[in-house]
């Protein structure tokens, strides 16, 4: 592939590079904001999974000169002027802390998070675990979101996409799903614009994610009313317990020899009764039995 074929398929790709955007989906971000005047107002910045750069360069750009932009990922990341930048993991409750305090204990304006995991070519699992990095997105900007502010996310509209929805509608009064145009129609990316945050009264900011973090900061069973509307799943059971996926040999404990145990409670009359009874009675059809001695049997058990 010629070192210009890039260039001619993709406008983006190449506008970013003679505009001096470190990715083409510093695009997305323009075109949201367009659409939805998304900097208006805004002091305080979050920009979440945001390695290489082109969404800070963006908020940068675009923000006025006091703002405050804090760029988080798990990556390091080439530094951009004005913009803090925390080396995290979003799914940390550490990651919260370090934006509040760089915001001085104040609250964001705007959190967006662009946030991707490396994709595994597995339409389900891909889904699965971009909805995960989009509930850990939502869970750090419940820590460090001001109410009334707004949150942007990438999401995949997959087929399981409404129940993030609801998710996101309890949290912000608005919520849009937004296909910027400079996201290929080939892709099932699109942005979720959450608009006015205004939590469930009580409800408490909390980074449990069960299945992201194994050491949890909260008591499932302590949670109440808003608290517990985010239903966790646990993996129960002592890893050295049984897989019931596995064939074991019959012979578990060397020291005893297997011996068949009859069912506890069998079924009282399972639909497989008569068969049994005529195998029983040696009359199960065989292939050189003649016609109508199946008939003949069922009759003389009267099943
Ligand atoms: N918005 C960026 C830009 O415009 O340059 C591009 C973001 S890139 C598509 C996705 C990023 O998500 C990667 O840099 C990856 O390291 C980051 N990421 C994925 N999981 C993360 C996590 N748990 N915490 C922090 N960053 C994460």
């Known amino acids: 592939m010629g070192r210009s074929s890039k260039d001619k398929r993709d406008i983006y790709y190449r506008l970013a590079k003679e505009e001096g955007w470190r990715a083409r989906s510093a695009f997305k971000l323009l075109q949201l904001d367009e659409e939805f005047n998304l900097f208006k107002g805004v002091s305080r910045a979050v920009d979440l999974c945001a390695a290489p750069g082109s969404w800070s360069q963006v908020l940068s750009r675009k923000l006025r000169e006091e703002v405050k932009i804090v ?21 940390k409750i550490s990651t919260a802390q370090e934006i509040i305090r760089h915001f001085e204990g104040q609250s964001a304006d705007l959190v967006v998070c662009d946030g991707a995991p490396d994709v595994t070519g597995l339409h389900d699992v891909d889904e699965y675990i971009q909805a995960q990095l989009l509930l850990a997105a939502l869970n750090i900007t419940t820590h460090v979101l001001k109410p009334g502010g707004n949150f942007v996310a990438k999401i995949f509209r997959g087929k399981d996409v409404t129940l993030l929805y609801s998710q996101l509608k309890i949290f912000f009064s608005s919520v849009t799903c937004a296909k910027p145009r400079s996201s290929r129609n080939s892709s099932i990316e699109a942005f979720v614009v959450c608009q006015n945050y205004s939590p469930p009264e009580g409800y408490v900011p909390n980074m449990s994610n069960p299945l992201l973090d194994h050491s949890y900061d909260v008591d499932f069973n302590q949670l109440e009313g808003p608290n517990r509307i985010i239903v966790p799943f646990l993996a129960c ?8 996926d596995r064939t074991y040999p019959l012979q578990l404990d060397s020291s005893k020899e297997y011996q068949y145990l009859p069912p506890t409670q069998p079924p009282i009359r399972p639909p497989y009764l008569q068969a049994c009874q005529l195998r029983k009675n040696n009359l199960l059809a065989k292939e050189d039995s003649p016609s109508g001695a199946l008939d003949d049997s069922l009759s003389a058990l009267d099943l």
């Open 237 to 244: 059971g002592d890893l050295s317990a049984f897989d019931s």
């Open 71 to 91: 760029a988080v990922d798990l990556q390091a990341m080439a530094p951009l002027p004005g913009v803090t930048q925390i080396q995290g993991d979003i799914t």
